[in-house]
């Protein structure tokens, strides 16, 4: 009789399903996963000790491409940690900019989540749906920071400028016709504002779209319900958070629980499932977007009414303005300084976390009173989220695998660091 | 906030009497602990129902070298301009070939730092834990009370060597398969020991001494900013810079 033995296989690192560079050595029985042992690090930059040689505000770019598919919620914590350490005031207008740019990011987030997933698994059309609505935000992002991912737009002490006035529009040229750009800039002939109040008009419909294809779908559900059941204890220990703690049935948001910015002040709820499985997890993301756009249309309204500055008038910390810079001697040596040296931070640890898209994303920094962080620490929300993939694949099938990447949302940029 | 910091602040001490370094941080409360007794306050943190804390956020190691080092040779100006500053072997200019040598510290160099949290009662602690020798750090693992800190600790050793005892799969995680080092201690050099190229006479991929120079664009500075002095007196501040002496108009 033929000795059985268990079969052991190299998932990644280029494969589709594994959502950039996931390396998974899968021990199998048959077809079912016996041990999955994650090899991670393919992407790993060394951001945090890059951080710790240059001047504080020049890694809020490399904050961008820690999660490249939610790249302000990133910077958002960066700052937060940097602010929560000297003290600053925040301009209320730059905590509204910064809520309302901090949701778009997660609808940005969730819809490359549910297009990747529903790939993964199967549903072909929802990804085309889910980029049809990207390239709107992804627009507004554009016309904000002048870069469509990488935004480099959060500040220490408010966001680096104030919304533009008209929302930039498309020109004909050899990709798009005169007919589609005029189609395009019908919905932009407003402001920046306008158009964000438009798209969220528009955008419960377009999660009705999705829902319509997936909710009820028969393959879908055959494919999530039960698949990686988490228990509300097992999530706790296992550092589960934003989404993937949620679907087990823990009711934890941050912007509830320890509200930054404005968050205190806006309207808005927080679904939580109560299977823990990829079901459930989808539920309470798609319910998640519609409560972003709830923020929101909140955010737009208040931001129409009222006007302010959007970056601390701190010039130690914020650089002064270009003109002002250009006709006092006290502007230009805070430009001068601020340019040459950076600030300094005082001499302290501080702990910043926010409700990233894909769960808490904290950064733990330590200053010994230098112009560079002395320590930046990243906590990842995707990691202890991949450390717990052992966990819930075993005992399911190899094609659960793929699932399994989906639902917890994993990007490798943050992972890896 | 202050309320529930201040009654964790008083259950943390009521559950620790012996330990004095129990203090508020900012928004969260930070605690020191010995190597030595390190399981024992996390079970406690982990198990009392007046702290609580079940989840751990995160998990790091600090290399506290060279702590309040800067690369700022000079207070005063000289003829020799900017590039004073980068002339010397700091963290950001090292490179393999020449050592840093690093100052003598009247601490331990090697800090685990875990992050918790309380979801019953909102609150965060700072636990930090000396590793006591410098030449083999050494901590305790936390696996057994929270489970997530596995690939923490992994990361850990990866990054700084530090050795968490009773870890049941101590590997490396982020770096390349057959690293070596730990890159993110303060003597390992920037740009890093060796790259990597593919020869095509080889026909394979080939590790090679690294060919960049390092360079240093802003060197790190301290100053020593009055704003930041609990009880600076006004106008004290006005000898060191260009930037110190301007106080603040708008303020």
Known sequence: MPEIRNYTLNFGPQHPAAHGVLRLVLEMDGEVVERADPHIGLLHRGTEKLAES????????????????????NEHGYVMAIEKLLGVEVPLRAQYIRVMFDEITRILNHLMWLGAHGLDIGAMTVFLYCFREREDLMDCYEAVSGARLHATYYRPGGVARDLPAQMPQYESSRFTSKSAAARLNERRQGSMLDFIDDFVQRFPGYVDEYETLLTDNRIWKQRTVGIGVVTPERALQLGFTGPMLRGSGIEWDLRKKQPYEVYDQLDFDIPVGTNGDSYDRYLVRIEEMRQSNRIIQQCVEWLRSNQGPVLTEDHKIAPPRRDEMKGDMESLIHHFKLFTEGFCLPEGEAYAAVEHPKGEFGCYLVSDGANKPYRLKVRAAGFPHLAALDEMARGHMLSDVVALIGTQDIVFGEIDR | ??????????????????????????????????????????????????????????????????????????????????????????????????????????????????????????????????????????????????????????????????????????????????????????????????????????????????????????PRVIRDDSRYLVDAAPGDSASDSASESASDPKK
């Open chain 1, 54 to 73: 240059k001047p504080y505000n020049q890694t809020i770019g490399y904050m961008d491409r820690l999660d490249y598919v939610s790249m302000m919620c």
């Open chain 2, 1 to 218: 906030m202050a309320t529930r910091a201040q009654t964790m602040l008083q259950a943390l001490q009521g559950a620790f009497p012996d330990n004095d370094s129990i203090a508020p941080s900012l928004d969260l409360i930070q605690m020191e602990v010995a190597p030595e007794q390190l399981i024992e306050v996390a079970k406690e943190l982990h198990d009392n129902p007046a702290l609580s804390f079940r989840q751990l956020s995160d998990l790091c190691g600090v290399d506290y070298a060279t702590y309040g080092c800067d690369e700022w040779a000079t207070d005063t100006e000289s003829m020799a301009s900017y590039s004073r500053a980068v002339n010397t072997a700091s963290t950001g200019s090292l490179t393999f070939s020449d050592g840093l040598e690093l100052p003598v510290l009247d601490r331990p160099r090697f800090v685990v730092v875990y992050h918790l949290l309380s979801l019953d009662h909102n609150m965060r602690v700072r636990v930090r834990c000396a590793a006591g020798d410098d030449a083999m750090p050494v901590v305790p693992s936390v696996i057994p009370v929270w489970n997530n800190a596995d690939w923490y600790e992994r990361e850990a050793f990866d990054l700084y060597g530090i050795l968490f005892d009773g870890h049941p799969d101590l590997r490396r995680i982020l770096t390349d398969y057959g690293f070596i080092g730990h890159p993110f201690r303060k003597d390992f050099p920037l740009i890093g020991n060796v790259e990597m190229r593919y020869d095509s006479v080889k026909e394979r991929v080939v590790y090679q001494p690294v060919s960049i120079e390092p360079r240093v664009l802003v």
